[in-house]
């Protein structure tokens, strides 16, 4: 398997403008989390879905945060409009609640919003 | 509010020697997780203890959970330079499959 895949590996855009990150999870795996990690605040969880249904979001920062899963294959998180402040490294993870496993990262999205 | 408290946050040691890195928490739960970080790089597991007194070795690293006192420890021995790198602990709350991570713990091996 090819592990959790994120794009883009690196995003650097202006203030004001929209951002979509994107996630494929591992095939087969139910659960998919999306964490932001910044030096101040370190890792936080912004909401996960549970079979394609966002279960927790009480980690999203704001409304400007949204996030969807339409498919088991596919998640999106979407930042509009980007401030400086929502400069982080973003993380997609996913896991398989039946065998009590870890969860999965995937490599992250460097988001520079200048 | 679940709180996971990891200690000490950097740790400086030489090449050779033993330490242990503390991870606490503070409800009920017994499904304690380990993640290793190097820099800009994303999260490795390392470890899933699910039950009180589990214990889990890895070469040089082993990791043990103490559920009534909610405390797990990392401990290395003999350090070597590879091992370099962020640790995180990660705790899942009974019944619930999000996860809280630690503070980490910032580990560099001096030759």
């Known amino acids: 398997d090819a592990g959790v895949i994120q794009s883009p590996r690196h995003e650097v855009t202006e203030m004001g403008q929209e951002v979509t990150l994107r996630c494929k999870p591992i095939?087969?795996?139910?659960?998919l989390f999306w964490y932001r990690q910044t030096m101040m605040r370190g890792l936080e969880l912004l909401i996960y879905f549970n079979n394609n249904v966002p279960i927790d979001d009480s980690g999203m920062p704001e409304d400007r945060f949204s996030a969807k899963m339409p498919n088991a294959s596919f998640s999106t998180l979407k930042i509009q409009p980007s401030e400086p402040r929502d400069s982080a490294v973003y993380f997609c993870?996913?896991?398989?609640?039946?065998?009590?496993?870890?969860?999965?990262f995937g490599p992250g999205t460097r988001l520079l919003v200048l | 509010e679940l709180k996971v408290e990891q200690n000490p946050l950097f740790l400086s040691m030489q090449e050779g020697k033993n330490y242990t890195i503390y991870c606490n928490y503070s409800t009920t739960s017994d499904r304690l997780y380990w993640y290793r970080q190097d820099p800009g790089k994303s999260l490795e597991s390392l470890f899933v203890l699910l039950s009180n007194g589990a214990v889990k070795q890895e070469g040089r690293l082993m990791a043990s959970l103490d559920t009534k006192a909610r405390l797990s420890t990392l401990h290395i021995t003999a350090a070597v330079h590879d091992l370099s790198a962020t640790y995180f602990c990660a705790v899942d709350e009974r019944g619930n499959e999000k996860l809280t991570f630690g503070t980490g713990t910032r580990l560099t091996i001096i030759p």
């Open positions: 095939s087969g795996h139910d659960y």
């Open positions: 993870a996913s896991s398989f609640s039946g065998t009590l496993e870890t969860q999965y």
